[in-house]
């Protein structure tokens, strides 16, 4: 399966989702990977999240006119 997000709009919709999921709720529930987590683990779990919504944050702001997207599909 091939993702490719093709424009901005589309990719910070992505990271929105991947960050509200349970795949990164350091306390997803008693029968999910990060219900074991310690604090390290918590932390770890809030810094990609972090990252995650940093990188939004600058796509949306950078890159609101898809010229890094447009670069790729135009030189393959």
Same mark, same amino acid.
């Not at 990271?15 to 509200?20: H, K, Y």
């Not at 010229?67 to 135009?74: G, T």
């Given at each position: 399966m091939k993702l490719i997000? @093709?424009?901005?709009?589309q990719l910070s919709k992505l990271?929105?989702?991947?960050?509200?999921s349970d795949t990164l709720k350091a306390?997803?529930?008693?029968?999910t990977r990060?219900? @074991?987590?310690?604090?390290?683990?918590?932390?770890?779990?809030?810094n990609v999240k972090n990252v995650l919504q940093a990188?939004?944050?600058w796509g949306d702001e950078k890159n609101g006119d898809d010229?890094?997207?447009?670069?790729?599909?135009?030189y393959p």
């Open positions: 997000a @093709r424009s901005q709009a990271i929105q989702l991947v960050v509200e306390s997803g529930g008693p029968n990060t219900a @074991r987590l310690g604090a390290e683990g918590s932390r770890v779990l809030e990188s939004k944050a010229l890094i997207q447009n670069f790729f599909v135009s």
